[in-house]
């Protein structure tokens, strides 16, 4: 094995899948991308990781609110396009051409083009981590969407493309809730 600089070890295990995260700000739309995510349990709660130097966070912050929405891969362009433009000075969804939809829980959209959708309230933040922990309010899945592949950021400009499921449920030894 050759020694990987440490400060790009994360790169051997970045999570994902990247997703966009919509925010309201009493005023306009937002989007964001985020590639820190992270599940927490088998309950609906999740973590992303973002901070001040971010247009959105002051909406979280403030509102306590967000989507979080999964895109494809067919929409990878527009991903990072979103994660390297500001919301002080774009307008996101009219740039990338995507389609904002009232949420029944929160002010922030969700995304028609994602093939998921989360609404989120704000249950904390981690300001010395700058995680962010949502609670998940209503959840929605486009069951008629085609491409279904996710991307995961590799944290160095790539991406992998999800690929086959492979179902290993009766090895696993806890029961798997259902609709996993």
């Known amino acids: 094995m ?7 070890a994360f790169t051997l ?5 990247v997703v966009l ?3 309201h700000d009493g005023t306009k739309n937002n989007i964001m991308a985020i590639s820190w995510t992270m599940v927490v349990d088998f309950t609906p709660l999740f973590a992303i990781t973002t901070g001040e130097w971010n247009y959105s966070f002051e909406a979280l912050r403030k509102n306590k609110e967000c989507v979080i929405a999964v895109p494809t891969v067919d929409l990878l362009d527009e991903v ?16 990338f051409n995507l389609t904002p939809v009232r949420g029944k829980a929160v002010k922030a959209p ?3 083009e994602c093939l998921a959708n989360i609404e989120c309230k704000v249950i904390d933040i981690v300001r010395k981590h700058n995680i962010i922990v949502l609670e998940g309010l209503a959840a929605y899945m486009d069951s008629a ?8 950021a590799v944290g160095d400009g790539t991406f992998i493309v999800d690929g086959r499921k492979l179902d290993r449920r009766k090895m696993m030894a806890s029961k798997i809730p259902e609709g996993i």
Do not use: M, W, Y
Request: charge should be positive; include cysteine; aromatic fraction near 2%.
């Open 80 to 95: 990072v396009g979103i994660g390297t433009c500001s919301g002080a000075d774009t307008d996101k969804f009219a740039r």
């Open 110 to 112: 969700l995304i028609k």
């Open 145 to 152: 969407r085609r491409e279904r592949r996710t991307v995961h």
């Open 13 to 17: 295990i970045e999570s994902g899948p």
């Open 21 to 23: 995260v919509t925010t």
């Open 2 to 8: 050759r020694q990987l600089k440490l400060n790009r």
